[in-house]
Each structure stands twice: as C-alpha cells, then as structure tokens.
C-alpha cells in the first residue's frame, strides 16, 4: 500500500513539489507567526534577563516595565537596603523616549543609572565605557550604526545632547533599544529628584529571592517586589496576551491555506490515475485498501511540507538578524506540536474528496474506457 | 478563449479547489491590509478627535503614543500668552492592567473635563467628577465583564466605572480617562502635564502659532496632524516586516495552486496540444490558452476572495471588537492585481510544457 501510494506520489515530480510547497508555505505561516510572537517574548525580557537583578521593586500595582511607569519615593531603596538577606540595592529611573540623530528616530528604554549601580546597568559592552556619567550616554550598538554615530558622537535624549561614551550589545528589541545615561541627568531633566523608577535588588548567598521579594513586600510599605523571573514572566504576558487573538485568527487562515492545497493536490494525484484505480478494482482491490493508499499519499505529502516548512521557518529566523528587522524568530516546541497536529488534521480533511472518488468508481467502467 | 474555458471547467471539483485556493490567498492579503488599514484608524482616534490643531510635547518628544513626555512646569502660561485661544493639558501614560488574570495595556489620559481632552462620545454614564472615577472604553468594558459602578483596581487604586466610551479601542491599546489630578496623584507626578492641544486665535494659523511656539525652551511643538503621522510612521515601523512576510507567503501559495491546477490541465491535455501544433496552431496561440485558463481562475478566486474578506471581517470584529478591519477600493484593486500577477507566475510553467511539446510526438503515442 505504502509503495503504491509513493510511487503514485513521485510520479509526476512538478506536481510533488508544487503540493509540498504549497503546504510547506502554508505551514510556514503557522510557524513564523508563532515564532515572531514567541521571539518578541524572549526580546521584550532582554533588559531584566540581564540586569543581574535578583527582585524588582516598583511601585504598587506595577509589575512591568514595558509599556507603563513606576514612581517610588527616593527612600525605599534605603529601607529596601535593610531587609534582611538584601546585599544591594540600586535605584534606577526608566521611562521610553527617543534617541534623536538627526532626522533618525529610535525608541528607546531610557535608564538612568546611579555612579556604581550593582545591577542595571549594560551587560556587554563592545566599545567604551560601561557607566554614562553626567552629559554621557552608552546606546546600543546597532542604532549607533543606523544613525551613523560612534564613540564620542552626540545624540539628543529627553531633548538634551548627549555624548556616547559606551556602545552596547544585546540592547535591542522589535520595538525598542535600551540606553543608559546618568540618574543625575535623568532626574533634572525630568525634575523626578524626588522619586525612582524601580529599586534592583541582589539578595545574599544563600538566601532565595521568593522569600527576600516577600520579605521587601511586608518590610516596605506601598511597594510591589518580585522575583527577576517572575517579572520576566509577566512581560512575557503582555506579548502572550496581546498576540492571542491574531495568532488564532492567522493560524485559522494558514490552515484553510494549506487544506485547500493538500486537498487540491491530493485530488488531482487521485484523478489522474483514476483509471488505475479502477483496474484494483476490477481485480478486486477491496474499497478499503485503496482508501489507505490515497490517505498514505497525503500524509506523505503533509509530512514532507511540514519538514520543508520548518526547514523555510528555521531558515527565515537565520537570515532574519541579517536583514536589519529588529525581528527575532523563536520556534517553540509547543508551536511545533501545534503545527503537526494541524498538518495530521489537513492530511486526513484532504483524503475525503479522493476517497468518495475512489468509493464512487465503477470497476467496469475502465474496460469501457474513460 | 472557448477550448481555455473548456479545458479548465472539465473537472468542476478541481476548478473549485483552485478557486477557493486563490480566494483564501487573496482573502490573506486583504485582511492583513484592511487589519493594518484598521489599526491605523484607532492609532491616530484620540488626536483625531481631541481639541486644538497644535500640540506641544516635552523637548525631543514628536509622539502621542510611543515616548513619554513631562513639560517644563508653567509652559502652558507662557503659550497661552503667545497667541492661543484654548490651552487643553492632559497628562498621559501607557500602563498595563491586569484584568482577570490577563494583560491589558491602556492609555491613560488625565484630562480636566472642564477643558476637554477626555473622550468624544459616550455610550453609557457620564465623564469622572471625582479623583476615584474613571470613563472606560466601552469594547475593553465589555471583554471583561466591566459596567457602569463597577471598581477596578489602576496601579495601586481603585476607580468608579462611570462612564464608557465608544470609537476608543484598539487590539494593542485601549484609552480610559481619569481626571488629570487623579493622574498626577496616581503617577506620583504632582502638576505634571504631558502634551497641551492648543487652539489658536482668530488671528493665528496653525503654523504661525507653531512657529512662534518654537521659540519656548524644553518643548516641541508640532501640528497635530503631524503628530499623527509620526505615531502612524513609528507603528508602521514595528508591523511593516512581519505583514509582508506574511503578505509575500500568500501571494507565492495563491501562484503555487492556480499553477497546479493548470498544470495539470496542460498535462493531461498535452496529446490534444500537440495536436493543435501539428495541424498549424503557433506557440503564441496555446500559450494564450494555457494564460487565459489560469486568468480565469485567479480572477474567479480573487473576486470571491473579496466577497470573502468582507464576510470574515464583519465575523472578525462582530466576535472581536478591539479589531477594526477596514476595506478601501486601493486595497481592493491591489488584492486583484495580486491575484492576477499570481495567475502569470502560474502560467509560466505549463507554458514551457506546451513550448517544448514536439507535435510529432502526439502520432506516436
């Protein structure tokens, strides 16, 4: 059954490649939709995953950074120093603004860092310095390039000129960079010298961040504390929750996509033998025999497409960081699963037509001709 | 034009699968299109309808959405003194609910509704008169169960429903309004002011107010249609490569079915094509055949390929209303061309089958 159902396949190469094509694309929809929403996930974390941060404090109710503003009064980081298993604590600024090279416009996250932060500040440093001090900036490496700026270039931040001290890695998202200037800059140009963003908090050797995040919450009044990867998490969430709905409605399209040309395919093999068909038949090939070399036909088939579609998906993601996007394509393994179980679900939606085909043909009539 | 039409019509099935192929292909590319057309209506919504032709914005800040933005204290003074007519300030921010246990970001418009600058039309309640009320979107209400006296917790406060406001949703972002001392109280950013829509005097256009403005340290004063171009031009930036991606996939599977189903039309008719040669038809007269069959389908497929996104879009925004989904003729036409140039890619290669067809070949079979 198999090697018929192969052969049957293989014969008309053209027609082979245009099903498995059509299915791999459709597939591929699937797939790097998914992957732009889970690389977005993974891309929006990039500022806390490398912060060296153990607990995020912010004020009350606040439990992102994306997409929103903390204030705290200037005082919580030095009762948020005293809790117990705390070993620092480093008071940042951070809102979104634009860095301005001219008539080239970056958002960005705009971190103001105190003289000797121990957490916050830029985790790779290619070129300069790693600390802005005053009338300084350290920006990320790929908007100096796109500005046309370097090492002791001027941008303008918050409306005033900066110099850049210090280039970053790393720093950079589908929606925005990140750039650090001095938390005296920050704060007169913002006329914030009373409050902080978020208080970055390393706890001891030793001692778990759940408990210390729990801690800071009953020790400190009118904050929010959580765990490092507890706020990643939440940011996650944002994407996550945002995405939902379009990912649902485009997967549905893709799918649709990709039953119309399997099933087309799969159809047009069947038709085309047709006559071969008849002549099982007429030998007595039972219904059910032949039923499973045409639904062999197209799991093959989807197999194939979804081997190239993820060959297309994996590819794209490669080339992606070459294309200047700001993309970044993640494959997840539940997209995967998601993605076969779909492919398992077009294969056998495919197989109705030929098979009524099939069910419907009259083993006589191929000795009358067609 | 007639053995085209024949050929392709022969098996009524595969002619329909084709079709509905180049429909769903096209129906892809619409709705990204009428998707992105939509959003960049709910975008630029609040600038749309809010007071005052210019804006002033904190010094580097040429964005509603996108950049936060504090003005220096007392700059409404000095532009009222420059010639305005109206100074509306507002104090903004993007902030993220959670609304049962899920993401919601908002943008937060502290407004004095003496001025203006809160929302447009209400579908239900009345503007807050107090620091613990708040105007909701009305889509954003409805999602998640929220009416009119209901509390919901904003940052660390709680806030009355009283109100609800229609043409203020979007997928991303919905808008809620509080009062602008409320904001400031919930910012911790006491007298703060974010942007001021400024209208200008009987005697001043927008752009000799913008121009005068210009001259005041720590701001940016733009016109607000400029302002909505910038935050249009900085969402298109994020949407643009993901859209045409998936814009670039449809198209090539649109070409790939139409060119299967014709080729395998050309294959199977291959003996009568050489046929056609023997007896004297040129190259020139098939390909017609073979082009004309696969205009056929793709044109068939896109026209219902539009009937369809219309139906998926009204089903779309009736079972999602956050999504807006706006169709114009531009898009249309483009979706057709679309089609179209699908259906000459498909026909490139059953073509080289019938160029390279030997018309001796049909008497040997």
């Known amino acids: 059954?198999?090697?018929?159902?192969?052969?049957?396949?293989?014969?008309?190469?053209?027609?082979?490649?245009?099903s498995i094509g059509g299915v791999a694309l459709a597939l591929m929809l699937i797939l790097s939709l998914d992957a732009i929403f889970a690389g977005s996930q993974n891309q929006v974390t990039a500022y806390i995953d490398h912060s060296g941060a153990d607990i995020f404090v912010a004020q009350p109710g606040v439990?992102?950074?994306?997409?929103?503003?903390?204030?705290?009064?200037?005082?919580?980081?030095?009762?948020?120093?005293?809790?117990?298993?705390?070993?620092?604590?480093?008071?940042?600024?951070?809102?979104?603004?634009?860095?301005?090279?001219?008539?080239?416009?970056?958002?960005?996250?705009?971190?103001?860092?105190?003289?000797?932060?121990?957490?916050?500040?830029?985790?790779?440093?290619?070129?300069?310095?790693?600390?802005?001090?005053?009338?300084?900036?350290?920006?990320?490496?790929?908007?100096?390039?796109?500005?046309?700026?370097?090492?002791?270039?001027?941008?303008?931040?918050?409306?005033?000129?900066?110099?850049?001290?210090?280039?970053?890695?790393?720093?950079?998202?589908?929606?925005?960079?990140?750039?650090?200037?001095?938390?005296?800059?920050?704060?007169?140009?913002?006329?914030?010298?009373?409050?902080?963003?978020?208080?970055?908090?390393?706890?001891?050797?030793?001692?778990?961040?759940?408990?210390?995040?729990?801690?800071?919450?009953?020790?400190?009044?009118?904050?929010?504390?959580l765990t490092r990867a507890d706020f990643a998490e939440q940011e996650r969430k944002v994407v996550r929750d945002m995405g939902n709905d379009i990912i649902a409605i485009m997967n549905l399209v893709g799918f649709l996509i990709g039953l119309a040309v399997m099933a087309l395919t799969v159809y047009t093999a069947t038709l085309a033998r047709r006559a071969e068909y008849g002549v099982l038949k007429a030998i007595g090939a039972r219904n059910g025999h032949l039923y499973g070399v045409v639904m062999a036909q197209a799991f093959i088939s989807i197999a194939l497409g979804f081997g190239l579609g993820?060959?297309?998906?994996?590819?794209?993601?490669?080339?992606?960081?070459?294309?200047n996007l700001s993309l970044a394509l993640a494959i997840s393994g539940d997209s995967l699963l998601k993605v076969a179980l779909v492919s398992l679900v077009i294969a056998g939606a495919s197989a109705i037509l030929p098979i009524r085909q099939i069910a419907g043909l009259d083993p006589a009539r191929v000795f009358r001709g067609r | 034009?007639?053995?085209?039409?024949?050929?392709?019509?022969?098996?009524?099935?595969?002619?329909?699968?084709?079709?509905?192929?180049?429909?769903?292909?096209?129906?892809?590319?619409?709705?990204?299109?009428?998707?992105?057309?939509?959003?960049?209506?709910?975008?630029?919504?609040?600038?749309?309808?809010?007071?005052?032709?210019?804006?002033?914005?904190?010094?580097?800040?040429?964005?509603?959405?996108?950049?936060?933005?504090?003005?220096?204290?007392?700059?409404?003074?000095?532009?009222?003194?420059?010639?305005?007519?109206?100074?509306?300030?507002?104090?903004?921010?993007?902030?993220?609910?959670?609304?049962?246990?899920?993401?919601?970001?908002?943008?937060?418009?502290?407004?004095?509704?003496?001025?203006?600058?809160?929302p447009w039309q209400l579908a239900a309640g009345r503007e807050p008169r107090r620091d613990n009320e708040v105007v909701f979107d009305r889509v954003l209400a409805e999602r998640h169960g929220i009416a009119i006296g209901d509390i919901i917790e904003i940052l660390d406060r709680d806030f009355t429903v009283v109100g609800l406001s229609e043409g203020t949703t979007s997928w991303m972002t919905s808008f809620i309004f509080i009062r602008k001392t409320a904001a400031e109280s919930l910012l911790r950013a006491p007298g703060a002011t974010s942007f001021l829509l400024v209208t200008p005097s009987d005697r001043l256009t927008a752009e000799t107010l913008r121009d005068r403005l210009g001259r005041l340290s720590g701001t940016e004063v733009l016109l607000k249609h400029e302002l909505m171009a910038n935050d249009l031009k900085l969402f298109a930036r994020y949407f643009s490569a993901p859209l045409q991606l998936m814009t670039g996939i449809a198209f090539l599977v649109g070409a790939l079915v139409v060119g299967l189903v014709i080729y395998t039309a050309t294959v199977e008719r291959q003996r009568e094509y050489g046929v056609l040669k023997a007896i004297g038809a040129r190259n020139r007269t098939l390909y017609q055949v073979v082009t004309i069959q696969a205009l056929i389908a793709s044109s068939v497929g896109s026209v219902l390929g539009v009937g369809l996104?219309?139906?998926?879009?009204?089903?779309?925004?009736?079972?999602?209303?956050?999504?807006?989904?706006?169709?114009?003729?531009?898009?249309?036409?483009?979706?057709?061309?679309?089609?179209?140039?699908?259906?000459?890619?498909?026909?490139?290669?059953?073509?080289?089958?019938?160029?390279?067809?030997?018309?001796?070949?049909?008497?040997?079979?």
């Open chain 1, 63 to 225: 439990r992102n950074m994306h997409m929103t503003a903390s204030a705290l009064p200037m005082s919580v980081a030095s009762e948020v120093k005293v809790v117990p298993g705390v070993e620092s604590a480093t008071p940042i600024l951070y809102l979104t603004n634009m860095i301005v090279v001219g008539d080239e416009r970056n958002l960005a996250y705009v971190i103001g860092l105190p003289p000797r932060p121990v957490a916050g500040g830029p985790w790779r440093i290619v070129e300069g310095k790693p600390l802005p001090s005053v009338g300084e900036a350290v920006i990320d490496r790929g908007v100096a390039v796109k500005s046309g700026v370097g090492l002791g270039g001027e941008v303008e931040i918050l409306g005033e000129v900066f110099t850049v001290v210090g280039l970053s890695e790393g720093t950079t998202t589908l929606l925005n960079s990140v750039a650090f200037i001095s938390k005296q800059d920050f704060a007169r140009l913002r006329g914030e010298a009373r409050t902080v963003s978020f208080v970055l908090v390393t706890v001891r050797p030793g001692e778990s961040p759940e408990t210390v995040a729990a801690r800071i919450e009953t020790n400190v009044n009118d904050v929010t504390a």
């Open chain 1, 310 to 323: 993820f060959a297309f998906t994996e590819l794209l993601s490669l080339a992606v960081p070459y294309l």
């Open chain 2, 1 to 118: 034009m007639s053995i085209a039409l024949r050929n392709l019509l022969k098996d009524k099935t595969r002619f329909a699968l084709s079709v509905s192929g180049v429909a769903l292909a096209v129906m892809l590319i619409l709705l990204l299109s009428g998707f992105l057309s939509g959003m960049n209506t709910q975008i630029t919504a609040y600038l749309n309808h809010a007071p005052g032709s210019v804006v002033v914005a904190q010094a580097g800040v040429r964005n509603l959405l996108g950049a936060t933005s504090l003005l220096p204290a007392g700059t409404d003074g000095d532009v009222q003194a420059r010639g305005a007519a109206k100074v509306v300030p507002i104090f903004s921010q993007f902030i993220i609910l959670d609304l049962h246990e899920k993401k919601q970001p908002v943008y937060l418009v502290g407004y004095d509704p003496k001025l203006g600058g809160g």
């Open chain 2, 309 to 365: 996104t219309f139906a998926a879009a009204k089903l779309i925004m009736e079972l999602r209303p956050q999504f807006l989904i706006t169709m114009e003729p531009a898009m249309v036409v483009r979706a057709i061309l679309a089609g179209l140039a699908m259906a000459l890619l498909a026909a490139l290669f059953p073509a080289r089958i019938v160029a390279g067809l030997a018309p001796a070949e049909v008497f040997r079979r």
């Open chain 1, 1 to 18: 059954m198999l090697r018929l159902a192969f052969r049957n396949l293989f014969q008309s190469k053209v027609r082979l490649m245009v």
